[in-house]
Structures are given as C-alpha cells and as structure tokens.
C-alpha cells in the first residue's frame, strides 16, 4: 500500500479521538477531575510554553519552546513569558492589557506571534492542553459560563476553578429556547484550535486603517436574516463572526495596530481592559484571549508622543524584541534563513562566510562602551562568551547595563541573507566563501540609496573588522592543515616542553630517548615555546612553576592534562608550531611554479580541509591561495 495512504487513516483516527462531546453535566465531572481544562487564556499559553521545558543557562532562564526557531533572545524570552503570561496567568492585572512586542525590523516579532499560535494549536490537541466549549457558540465559550451568577461561590468552591464571563447572547437565547433553562442538558463539546478553520487563533489586518469598521473585530447583523427575526437585538440575527469573536480562549494578533484610527483603537483597548467588549445591540459579550500586536520603536514613539493617545499607553503593555548580539547564533539565524532560501539552500558556503557576516552585523547593534580597556570588538567577543584578556564574566553584566536599548537597531539578518544571495547571482559559482560575503556587504552600502556617509563610514569599519579577524582564521586554518595530523604534531611538542619544565623545576636531567645518555634541560626549546606569549625571562620560573602546580592538581583529580588544558600554554604550543611552519607554508601556497613536491603538499592541505574542515575543492584552493598571499605581507 502508498504510504501515505497509511499516514492518511492514521491522521483520521488521531482527529476522532480528539473528538469528544457531552452534556455539561459530564463536563461538570472533567472540571472536577481536572480543573486545569478551565484555566484562562493566558494561563494555557504559559502552561503550554512551560510545557515544552525550562533550563538555566548562567542565570538566564531559557524556554525551551523558542529554541528550534529563536536564537540568541533568551533574555528578551524570559521577560516576556515572566512579566507577561506568568504575571497573567496569575490573573494579575497584566492580562487585561494588550502586548504590544516592540522591536526593529526583521528582529523575529512575526515568528514569536507565529510560534505561540501554532504551539497554542498543537497544545490543545494534548490532554494537558484540552479545553471545552458549549457547542454550537460561535466563540466556544467555556460551558462553565451556564452557571448562573448567584451559584457560582459554591461552584468555585467545590471544583476549584475561577469562573468568570457571562453567557453569549446567542447562548442566552438557546439555553432558554431549546432546554428551558435546564443547562445542565446543554451540549458541550472540545475544542481544538486552528486558524485555518477560524477556531480559538486570529488575525486581524485592518482594511483600511482611517475607516475601519469595529465589525470586523466584533461581527456584525446578519442581513439575510435580520427579515425574518425581525430584530437586530436577536442574536439569530447577528453573526458573532469578528475576529474577536473566533480568538475567544486562545490568541489574537493584530496587524498594524498603531496605524488604526484612535477611536478605533479605544474600543479595542476598553474591551481588553473590562474583558468584555460591545457588539451590535447586545449587552457586552465577554472574551477571555490574549491580544498580541507589534510594532517598530519609531512607530511607539509617534504614537506615544500624540497627546491625545495618552489614556491608551496604560492598557497597553511593552515588551522589546531586540536583535540578538551573539554571533554565534547570529550564524544560526542565517543557516535557518539559508535553509528557507531558494537561492541559496543548494550552494556550498564555505567555513567562516557566516561569521564574518554575522560579526558585521552584531558589531553594527553594539553600543560603545565607557569601560576602560574595551573596544566593540572584544564586547562582541564578550558577548559571544569568548574569553577577553583581562575581561571577566561579570563585566559582561556590567556591559549590559549600560545601554537598555542595545539591539534595538542595526543591520537585520534579512538584509544579509539578501546580500548573500545577490553575491551568489553575481558570482555565478556553486561555492560562497567569507571575501565574496564580506564584498557583497560592502557593495551593498554602496547601492543603498538612503544611507548616511557618517552611518556608511561606520559599516565600513565594521566590514574592516571583520576581515582582520577572518584573515587570523584563515592563516590558521591553511597552517593547521599543512602540518601532518596537527594534533599530533601539538602533543608532541607539548609533551616534549613538558619533560624539559619537569626537570627543569626539578633540577634533574633528561635521557635522550635514543642514545641514552643524560642531558641538561633544553633551555632553548622552553624559551622559544615561552617567548610566544611573552613569558619573561624574569617570568619563566613562575609559569613553569604554575604549570606543574596545575598538572598536579589534575592529577590529583583524576583528569589528564593535556595541551588544550592550559588556555595560555596551548596558545604558546599553536603560535610556536605556526611560526616554524610558516616558511613552508608561505614558500608552498604562493610559488607560481610549484614543484613536484610542493604540488604534492598542496594537494594534500587541500584534501584535509575538504576531508576535515567543510570545505568544498573551490573555497579550499580559495584559501590556500589567500592564506599565501597574507603570509607573504
Ligand atoms: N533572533 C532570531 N533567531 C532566529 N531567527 C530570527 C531571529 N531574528 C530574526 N529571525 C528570522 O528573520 C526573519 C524575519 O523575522 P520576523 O519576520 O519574525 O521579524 P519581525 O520582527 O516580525 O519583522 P518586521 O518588523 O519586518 O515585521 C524570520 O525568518 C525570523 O525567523
Ligand atoms: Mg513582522
Ligand atoms: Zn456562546
Ligand atoms: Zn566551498
């Protein structure tokens, strides 16, 4: 049988068991058993974010829910779901105001409002998730709403739920017409939601933002009908098919809500205030969703700064969505972008070509800072959780708090992946590599129409930046690669400096390992290796000192001491390696006429970087031939 064939009646199964319906008085029974099927809006998009797992990574809580898609706004994260959802899920009073994310362009707004609709979708099709609604009300409102008020104290009381909200007039009318008052007779039935089918999650986009119609929020007579009810007060002459009707229990994003008209707006804003809000001729309807909106941080101030939309900012709650300033995840952000992309998803992008872009464009969000000895650049590092010199963890924080609207503008991740893809269209290979990103950026400011020289002057530096800190990487990569298993070639040198430190501390000798005979320690060989990172000659007793003192306490724990576990030691070990392989490597990557020898060297490196490194045959020549042309500065 095809396959999906299969897929296809196991999905139907899946949707029947998800069907269930009752009479309230079998509902009643779920409450009592589970009351948490009664819980608030907000309460289930916290539960639902909560659901998917918490972690603390140094300090910073990290919601689990954002990760596959959200990189590097753990902070920004944290703040909403715990100032926002959990404060409201507590029914305090945060949950009667709108969420307005505020965050410059391409920052990840639309993705966070996507995420939480379609994670509040697939949360109510689990059993923790499950919410009810009294069937055929068109805002499936939550049955509990039968009970009529003088009997809700003991309701709450013995099924440990807050009830909250007055009947639908529709449900009004069917309660009294059709069961006589009897509710408990009244059908209820899940609810699963779907924006496709317009149940518990909308969107509204205003049509025109001057003279916008409140019915499309809140429904609107039905004139088929309205004939034969006579009435626009009868609910069977109304269709309680606005966007906020459809949203009850579940989430609402609108679009574009600071360009409406003020009026407009009020209505919305008093709605979400009371909890309930006015349609048609009816008395208020009640509504229990979340309403979540976004905007640029220019767009907030002109509406701020109006006068006359003072009274709204209180019923409105601000939460900035900065651009992220890591360039580690900076990187992921564009490889998720790359993997969206047409263009580019089938080309090879070679190692580095994303962090270079990503240091351009986390540099262009960076505020300078007034702390002594720091530059943008190791603040980027910082950042990025990289060791700086004389820099510690906690001056990380302090960097933080000096700027509260650091990220809030800058380069956005769309305008490089655009860039990268124009570099590709140009270039017409199969392969992009750091330089052909780095000039693709740079021709970009070129072309940009509306761009300041100081604002050019100031990218322009950052391209700078960038390709210095490339150009150590590549010079790296090429000698790493030419030296036979580098790895071994390390060890060996870093065990070799360790026996002459040993007897050296020791005031013994050495036995050449071939001969036998009894040597001084190779002073030479120590210095040379020292030198490197400019251990004084004053100095080298106290770092091979330290040294033995480190092994011995690795020792004593158990744990192996090799050459990456001494941050400055392994730098001396690299640099010296570097510095005798660099004749060869100079000499080899850049004769025009290579000999037999050196062909087959080149041959090699190339091969090792294809095989080991990521690279393709094209970026790996392309290095070669750059880091040649760098050593022979
Ligand atoms: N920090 C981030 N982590 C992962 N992806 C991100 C991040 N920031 C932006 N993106 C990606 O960049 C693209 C643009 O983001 P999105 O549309 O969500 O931004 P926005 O803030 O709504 O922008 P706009 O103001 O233009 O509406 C999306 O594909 C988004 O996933
Ligand atoms: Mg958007
Ligand atoms: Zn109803
Ligand atoms: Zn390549």
New binding site residues.
Partial sequence: MVKILQELERYRQQEQALHWEGTFADYLRIVKASPRVAQSAHARVYNMIVSHGVEEVNGVKRYRFFERELFGLDRALQRLVEEYFHAAARRLDVRKRILLLMGPVSGGKSTIVTMLKRGLEAYTRTDEGALYG?KG?????EPL?LIPAPLRPEAERELGVRIEGT??????L?VQEEYGGRVEEVPVERVVFSEERRIGIGTFTPSDPKSQDISELTGSIDFSTIAQYGSESDPRAYR?DGELNIANRGVMEFQEMLKVDQKFLWHLLSLSQEGNFKAGRFALISADEVIVAHTNEEEYRAFIANKRNEALHSRIIVMPIPYNLRVSDEVRIYEKLIRQSDVIRDVHVAPHALRVASMFSVLSRLKESKKQGMDLVKKMKLYDGEEVEEFKPKDVEELRAEHSNEGMSGVDPRYVINRISSALVTKGTRCIGPLDVLRALKEGLDSHPSITDELKERLLSFIAIARREYDETAKKEVQKAFVYSYEEAARTLFDNYLDNVEAYCHWQKLKDPVTGEEMEPDERLMRSIEEQIGVSENAKKAFREEILIRISTYARRGKTFDYRSHERLREAIEKKLFADMKDVVRITTSTKTPDPDQIKKLNEVVRRLVDEHGYCEVCANELVRYAGSLLNR
């Fill in positions: 009294i009300c068109p805002m499936h409102e709403h009947l639908c007039p529709q449900c009004q069917m309680f």
